[in-house]
Nanobody, 117 residues
Framework: QVQLVESGGGLVQAGGSLRLSCAASGRTFTSYTMGWFRQAPGKEQEFVAHISWSGGNTAYADTVKGRFTISRNNAVNTVYLQMNNLKPEDTAVYYC??????????WGPGTQVTVSS
């Protein structure tokens, strides 16, 4: 079992950068695949990125590939999402999630990212 808390959200202008952090607590943090998802008002939740427990395997949604980078530091139980060249359409609540099986079982409360024109 793991608990997750996101931080680092805020208001930025288009073209700016932001780094989200996800602090995890749990005795088996390094065993979990970690993912970032986002949801804008009136839209379905969408996958953003995920990273394996070792950090060796990553994947990104086509909409963020080349702009966002997911990483993790298991020594401090933290997963990051570096977001560059932000666009207004990136505006959403961003959620950190963890899994050790096909479904994501653990979710953070989310952090708001707003990108102005």
């Amino acid at each position: 079992q793991v608990q997750l808390v996101e931080s680092g959200g805020g208001l930025v202008q288009a073209g700016g950068s932001l780094r989200l952090s996800c602090a995890a607590s749990g005795r088996t943090f390094t065993s979990y695949t970690m993912g970032w998802f986002r949801q804008a008002p009136g839209k379905e939740q969408e996958f953003v990125a995920h990273i394996s427990w070792s950090g060796g395997n990553t994947a990104y949604a086509d909409t963020v590939k080349g702009r966002f980078t997911i990483s993790r530091n298991n020594a401090v139980n933290t997963v990051y999402l570096q977001m560059n060249n932000l666009k207004p359409e990136d505006t959403a609540v961003y959620y950190c999630a963890a899994r050790d099986r096909p479904q994501y079982d653990y979710w953070g409360p989310g952090t708001q990212v707003t990108v102005s024109s």
